[in-house]
């Protein structure tokens, strides 16, 4: 059996690695497009910071590891799938056959349609090749704008003012983090970075980058403002790599759909990761779910199904945690709730504090927080395990800080009714 796997980020890496447990002869090919070993993107902002090296980023750090596993390595960038070939040609013309496939190609860094936004001086933040480029000029006092304040950009915003450099960030949306936090939390996080010396612009789009007369960088914004920069970083968002799949066989809509065991409409074709167009946790449409617990996850059943181990998906949790400049926000499942349910939400500007939460019925399926820590793995817990809390849904509603004290209670209340069953 031969397990061909394209994409070696954390799905593909823990796919690779999943596989040879579950089927010790198999062949298993990793094929990565990079000149670097397999690494984390989510370290890159830690190595523009100098907490780290180029290999503090790497995935898998002991020397031979892939080796030692019997796991072959392929660098190329697959361009084509010959379905009933079983075969997948690569840039270049190599070819390589394959018995079971998995799609864990990963995304790319939009570039949004921005006069000028191919001028030199402008950069994205999604490579090894990327946060080279970045180091080279992103120095003290340099002016720095920022296209993007989600997840990525405010990750990437923490390493950049940590260069000490002059950075004002762009964000079309009505708040920071609009997709992944409550406007109730995204406006707190733009206080916060407005008063670490961040500036700010939200409800503004860049419409042009121009080269400006001091050989620097001039951004009009929709607002009518104007912003001089010696760099612009495009954090906008990323979007999975499937136009190569194009005319193959296999389904794509906004990445490629997937069952429960991260099977796609083709026979012996997975996807994992954040090409994969996956059911949620709480059911309804497929939905991408790009973060990196999701895709160690998915690649993991992937494996199991490829080697024969059927194995479904629990279904793609939201889950995001970030740190922005020392404040900590946490958003998980439905934060924004849903149609119907019951929400509570209160904040404490002054101590830098915000929490809501989401229920359906006595579940709570969704939550959002900044300051609050401690209740972190507390609200993941109470999701992921579909906790019901019977009275402690109100005592909840009321005061939502007792969050520690629900989980406690209810799985105590589940600990007991489990017992009482095995006798």
Same mark, same amino acid.
């Not at 010790?24 to 670097?36: H, K, N, S, T």
């Not at 670490?196 to 409800?203: D, I």
């Given at each position: ?17 999943? =596989? ?7 062949? +298993?090919?990793?094929?990565? #497009? ?61 070819t ?11 995304? /790319?860094? *939009?570039?949004?349609? *921005?006069a000028?936004?191919d ?6 933040? $999604?490579?090894?090749? #990327? ?46 983090? &609009? ?24 409800? @503004? ?24 920069? #010696? ?39 997975? @996807? ?20 990196? &617990?999701?895709?160690?996850?998915q ?12 194995t ?6 939201a ?28 904040r404490? #500007?002054? @101590? $830098? ?17 900044i300051? /609050? ?9 109470? +999701? ?7 009275? $402690? ?9 007792r969050?520690?004290?629900?989980? =406690? ?7 007991? $009714? ?6």
């Amino acid at each position: 059996m031969k397990h061909l796997i394209l994409g070696n980020g954390p799905a593909g890496v823990v796919a690779a690695e999943t =596989l040879r447990k579950a089927d010790p002869a198999a062949q +298993i090919v990793l094929a990565g #497009d990079e000149p670097f070993p397999p690494y984390s993107r989510m370290a890159i902002p830690y190595l523009l910071m100098g907490d780290i090296d180029e290999s503090g980023t790497w995935l898998r750090k002991a020397p031979g590891h892939f080796e030692r596993l019997g796991i072959e390595q392929l660098r190329g960038r697959a361009e084509a799938i010959d379905v009933p070939a079983r075969r997948v040609r690569f840039a270049g013309g190599r070819t390589e056959p394959y018995d079971r496939l998995l799609i864990a190609t990963g995304s /790319h860094p *939009v570039r949004p349609p *921005v006069a000028g936004i191919d001028t030199p001086g402008v950069h994205t933040c $999604w490579t090894l090749a #990327d946060a080279r480029a970045i180091a080279a000029r992103a120095a003290k006092g340099c002016r720095v704008v920022q296209i993007g304040a989600g997840f990525i950009g405010c990750i990437v915003l923490e390493a950049l003012a940590a260069r000490g450099v002059d950075l004002t960030v762009v964000e079309m949306g009505d708040r920071m983090v &609009p997709r992944m936090m409550t406007a109730g939390a995204g406006s707190m996080i733009r206080k916060w970075c407005e008063s670490k010396a961040v500036k700010v612009h939200t409800g @503004a789009r860049v419409e042009a980058i121009r080269p400006a007369p001091d050989g620097a960088l001039a951004l009009k914004l929709s607002t009518g403002v104007e912003l001089p920069a #010696d760099l612009v970083i495009c954090a906008a968002g990323v979007q999975p790599n499937i136009a190569w799949l194009d005319g193959s066989g296999i389904a794509t809509a906004h990445g490629v759909p997937v069952d429960e065991h991260l099977r796609t409409n083709v026979e012996g074709i997975y @996807a994992a990761g954040d090409v994969a167009e996956a059911m949620g946790f709480h059911g309804g449409a497929r939905a991408l779910n790009a973060i990196q &617990p999701n895709a160690v996850e998915q690649g993991r059943i992937a494996a199991l199904n490829m080697a024969g181990r059927e194995t479904a998906a629990p279904g793609a949790l939201a889950i995001n945690v970030l740190d922005t400049l020392g404040l900590v926000s946490s958003s998980f499942g439905q934060w924004g709730g849903r149609p119907g349910g019951e929400s509570v939400e209160v904040r404490d #500007d002054g @101590a $830098w504090q915000y929490l809501s939460l989401q229920f359906a019925d006595d579940v709570l399926i969704g939550a959002t927080a900044i300051g /609050h820590t401690e209740h972190i793995g507390v609200l993941h817990g109470l +999701i992921r395990a579909r906790t019901h809390l019977a009275a $402690w849904k109100d005592e909840l509603l009321r005061d939502p800080a007792r969050a520690m004290q629900a989980y =406690l209670a209810r799985s105590q209340a589940q600990a007991a $009714w489990t017992g009482a069953r095995a006798r």
